[in-house]
């Protein structure tokens, strides 16, 4: 058998999945290996560590050699979020496992989608439009949630990862310097605005200074309220409804976060450099405040 890869994403789900597939496998015929943004949070390499000693087995990082953090990406592309996701996985994920691929030999590779029934709709995407992968998806066959894997991982005496602590669904890039997910959504970045605020001016000056660079609003996010997709359709721009962190003294007519009614952070899908994977799915109103026609 040629290796099975185990996907480590940082997160609850992911740290079960490979957890179940070395335990089916037998570690000799796995490798897990992480997707290394260098922006994660701290505790995230405590929570890694904590996983290679459970697992018997080293996780291997894999880093973008063309950039060195996330707003590197944002910078040179002049972009966030595009129509497929955002610019910092594309660049620093996506194109990196997709050239891992090309020089590595696999049997299968492992993902830590969880018993939810839009999982299952991103499982069966991820077969149709990624085929090539062999995806396997223990937590699906056995049935695993994500408080199942939250249970699972206390059990073994590991404490779980500090963004989960803090409120948030998900472990993605939430390093004090350069994190701060793009595909957060309104309800995500008002909690960073109110618990990390020092990280909320960053990301704020990101978005300003891009615009600056474009000439026309670049942001996060959209507001998807009814007038809002009229004055899209009046002014005939569909940049109209965009949203800033901050306001912007150029732009006064675009609303910022400070305008959105407040509403609880959205569950993240992990970024494992797969974007645009759940195309079989019902667009949520999160995806559809983040996603960009570029």
Request: hydrophobic content about 30%; proline content about 4%; glycine content about 8%.
């Amino acid at each position: 058998m040629k290796k099975v890869i185990c996907w480590w994403s940082g997160g609850i789900t992911s740290a079960v999945a490979c957890k179940k597939a070395i335990e089916t496998y037998g570690k000799e015929n796995c490798r897990v290996i992480m997707l290394d943004t260098m922006n994660e949070h701290e505790d995230t390499y405590r929570f890694l560590n904590d996983c290679e000693n459970w697992y018997g087995i080293k996780i291997e990082l894999l880093v973008s050699g063309d950039y060195k953090n996330i707003e590197e990406t944002w910078y040179k592309h002049q972009s966030l979020n595009t129509a497929n996701g955002s610019i910092c996985s594309y660049m620093l994920k996506r194109r990196v496992r997709e050239k891992w691929e090309k020089e590595n030999e696999f049997s299968y590779q492992v993902f830590g989608f969880e018993f939810e029934k839009k999982e299952f709709n991103r499982a069966l995407s991820m077969k149709l439009n990624h085929g090539h992968t062999n995806p396997i998806f223990p937590l699906l066959m056995l049935g695993l949630d994500k408080k199942d894997c939250i249970k699972i991982v206390q059990e073994e005496g590991i404490e779980i990862p500090a963004a989960y602590k803090m409120g948030f669904n998900n472990n993605n890039c939430l390093g004090s310097k350069f994190g701060g997910c793009t595909q957060g959504g309104i309800g995500y970045w008002q909690k960073i605005m109110n618990d990390m605020p020092e990280l909320f001016e960053k990301r704020a000056k990101v978005e300003h200074d891009l615009t600056n660079l474009r000439g026309y609003p670049v942001t996060m996010m959209k507001d998807q309220s009814n007038a809002a997709k009229l004055k899209v359709k009046e002014m005939g721009d569909k940049r109209a409804n965009l949203i800033f962190l901050k306001p912007h003294p150029d732009f006064p007519e675009h609303k910022s976060l400070m305008d959105m009614k407040g509403r609880p952070p959205e569950p993240l899908t992990d970024c494992n450099g797969f974007c645009g994977v759940d195309d079989l799915n019902k667009k949520s109103s999160t995806t559809k405040e983040i996603n960009f026609d570029e």
